[in-house]
């Protein structure tokens, strides 16, 4: 649910499969960026470098890519959907309630984005090269958790379990919480490691979300 964005003119990844299907050497192209930026950071990366890693010609990235930004963005959403992807069967593990499975999914993709090598560096060292991808534009990975979070949103309004509301607007809200937990956690790391951190997070969310005739 972290923020991450592609949008703009060129064509992401989500666009090729709707046209194309699977793109198999763009996935080699991908996983040559994420090698070069685990090792060299992201803003030494060039579509050069990418096609050199990757043992390809530059015409053959610039087909599928206009610029390292629209790369980036297509290499940061498929990290950011395996990682909520994982999370769903975590989340849905601890209860049956579309309250239980949102607060634990989110608290899920705090952990795994804390430990996902390649976007704890980002986040480590390089934060203000995501601002585009995080602040300026809605994406397609927000998009997709935003999909995601307004279908347990009306799962929970529908067993009782969340209370009313849009759920666009719940949604958004959630996204919100979680981003901003991802994006600053060494800003509270000293009284917050991340276990605590996860669960204050269950905890603001769960009672953001709780009917009002269930609240305390």
Same mark, same amino acid.
């Given at each position: 649910?972290?923020?991450?964005?592609? #949008?703009?003119?060129?064509?992401?990844?989500?666009?090729?499969?709707?046209?194309?299907?699977?793109?198999?050497?763009?996935?080699?192209?991908?996983?040559?960026?994420?090698?070069?930026?685990?090792?060299?950071?992201?803003?030494?990366?060039?579509?050069?470098?990418?096609?050199?890693?990757?043992?390809?010609?530059?015409?053959?990235?610039?087909?599928?890519?206009? #610029?390292?930004?629209?790369?980036?963005? =297509?290499?940061?959403?498929?990290?950011? @959907?395996?990682?909520?992807?994982?999370?769903?069967? @975590?989340?849905?593990?601890?209860?049956? #309630?579309?309250?239980?499975?949102?607060?634990?999914?989110?608290?899920?993709?705090?952990?795994?984005?804390? #430990?996902?090598?390649?976007?704890? @560096?980002?986040?480590?060292?390089?934060?203000?090269?995501?601002?585009?991808?995080?602040?300026?534009?809605?994406?397609?990975?927000?998009?997709?958790?935003?999909?995601?979070?307004?279908?347990?949103?009306?799962?929970?309004?529908?067993?009782?379990?969340?209370? =009313?509301?849009?759920?666009?607007?719940?949604?958004?809200?959630?996204?919100?919480?979680?981003?901003?937990?991802?994006?600053?956690?060494?800003?509270?790391?000293?009284?917050?490691?991340?276990?605590?951190?996860?669960?204050?997070? @269950?905890?603001?969310?769960?009672?953001?979300?709780?009917?009002?005739?269930?609240?305390?």
């Amino acid at each position: 649910m972290m923020s991450i964005s592609n #949008d703009g003119d060129g064509v992401d990844a989500e666009a090729r499969d709707r046209e194309a299907g699977p793109d198999p050497l763009a996935e080699t192209l991908l996983d040559a960026a994420h090698e070069a930026i685990a090792t060299f950071g992201l803003r030494r990366l060039t579509l050069t470098d990418v096609a050199r890693r990757a043992g390809v010609s530059r015409p053959t990235i610039y087909r599928r890519w206009r #610029d390292i930004d629209t790369l980036v963005g =297509d290499l940061l959403t498929r990290e950011m @959907r395996a990682v909520t992807l994982a999370a769903v069967p @975590r989340a849905a593990a601890e209860g049956h #309630d579309g309250r239980t499975r949102l607060v634990a999914g989110a608290a899920h993709i705090v952990t795994a984005l804390r #430990d996902h090598a390649l976007l704890a @560096r980002i986040l480590d060292t390089e934060p203000e090269v995501l601002v585009t991808y995080t602040f300026q534009r809605l994406g397609s990975s927000q998009r997709d958790a935003l999909g995601f979070t307004e279908e347990q949103v009306r799962a929970g309004q529908a067993d009782g379990s969340i209370r =009313d509301g849009e759920p666009a607007e719940l949604a958004r809200m959630v996204l919100l919480v979680v981003q901003t937990t991802v994006q600053s956690w060494r800003l509270v790391d000293d009284v917050l490691p991340l276990p605590r951190l996860t669960a204050e997070l @269950r905890r603001l969310l769960d009672a953001y979300l709780r009917p009002e005739e269930d609240t305390p």
